[in-house]
Nanobody, 124 residues
Framework: QVQLAESGGGLVQAGGSLRLSCASS????????MGWFRQAPGKEREFVAAISWRGRSTDVADSVKGRFTISRDNAKSTVYLQMNSLKPEDTALYYC?????????????????WGQGTQVTVSS
């Protein structure tokens, strides 16, 4: 079992930056592939980015590629999402998630553990 807690969300103007963090507790963090997903009101949850167990590989959605970067620090049991050049369409509730199984994985149903989410709002 693993518990996830996101932080770092907030209100930012278009073009600005935010850095989300997701701290893990419980089982060994390096066992897990970590992902970030987001869900805007009235829309389905969508994949944003994922990072492999030791951080050697990343996978980023086309919609955020070149603007968002995922990273992890296994010593701190934390995964990060650096978001630059934010756009109003990036407004959503952002979730981190963990799974042990397959790489790469963009499907939310493949992730076993989820945080509560952190709200990101980008004003125009």
């Amino acid at each position: 079992q693993v518990q996830l807690a996101e932080s770092g969300g907030g209100l930012v103007q278009a073009g600005g930056s935010l850095r989300l963090s997701c701290a893990s507790s419980g089982r060994t963090f390096s066992r897990y592939i970590m992902g970030w997903f987001r869900q805007a009101p009235g829309k389905e949850r969508e994949f944003v980015a994922a990072i492999s167990w030791r951080g050697r590989s990343t996978d980023v959605a086309d919609s955020v590629k070149g603007r968002f970067t995922i990273s992890r620090d296994n010593a701190k049991s934390t995964v990060y999402l650096q978001m630059n050049s934010l756009k109003p369409e990036d407004t959503a509730l952002y979730y981190c998630a963990a799974q042990e199984g397959r790489w790469p994985s963009r499907m939310s149903y493949e992730y076993d553990y989820w945080g509560q989410g952190t709200q990101v709002t980008v004003s125009s």
